[in-house]
Structure formats: structure tokens, C-alpha cells
């Protein structure tokens, strides 16, 4: 278990942090990129542009999105590494893109409200 709010590790304010975000996020291959079936090469490439951005995204600004942005790129990683997915958690490469657009939308929400704060 962690505790990072004991910890004394400072959060980064929205505006520091929300470049990166949209960077990650507008590097996912849109379904028309990745073609049908999905080239290996695109998604493996996608895939180490990920895993190179993971520790920009930790901490997140909001205590709120820390899990929303843990989810959206553990099945970002998993669509990439498995292309297409077929698993249990992730069956296809649709129910990846509709769950993505959902946690960056509970994301963006968050990043609103705390921009307005400030």
C-alpha cells in the first residue's frame, strides 16, 4: 500500500503536468492508424513511446485521477502490447478506445474543475 499524501511529495499544478498528458494521450494511434488488422509495427512503436512517458505522468496534480490515470495506461499498454487485445479484461481494440475516452474524459473533467481553483 502507498501513501503518498505522507509522503511530503509535492503534486505538480495542472498546467505543469497537462502538456504531458495530451502529449500521451494524442500519442495513441487512432483505429484508422493502426489499420485493420492492426500493423505490429505501429503498435509496437506506440507502445515504447507509452512506456517512456510512464513516470511523467507520477504524481498526478489531483489525488482524484491518480487511479483513473494508472487505468487508462495499463489498457493503453495492454491494447499496444497484446494488438489487438483479446483478453478477458480488454476483449477488443473498440471496448479499448470507448474505455480510454471515458477515463480521459473523468480526467479532463478533474483537470477543469482544478484549473478553475487556481
Do not use: K
Request: include cysteine.
Amino acid at each position: 500500500m502507498v501513501f503518498t499524501s505522507c509522503s511530503g511529495e509535492s503534486r505538480p499544478s495542472v498546467e505543469e503536468w497537462h502538456p504531458t498528458w495530451e502529449a500521451v494521450v494524442g500519442s495513441f494511434p487512432s483505429a484508422s492508424t493502426l489499420g485493420t488488422p492492426p500493423d505490429h509495427a505501429v503498435c509496437s512503436h506506440a507502445l515504447g513511446v507509452l512506456r517512456s512517458t510512464l513516470g511523467d505522468l507520477s504524481p498526478t496534480p489531483d489525488l482524484a485521477i491518480d487511479d483513473v490515470v494508472a487505468d487508462w495506461l495499463q489498457i493503453a499498454e495492454n491494447a499496444l502490447y497484446e494488438c489487438p487485445p483479446s483478453s478477458q479484461t480488454i476483449p477488443s481494440l473498440e471496448y479499448a478506445y470507448a474505455e480510454l475516452a471515458r477515463l480521459q474524459a473523468e480526467v479532463d473533467v478533474v483537470l477543469v474543475i482544478d484549473a478553475g481553483d487556481g
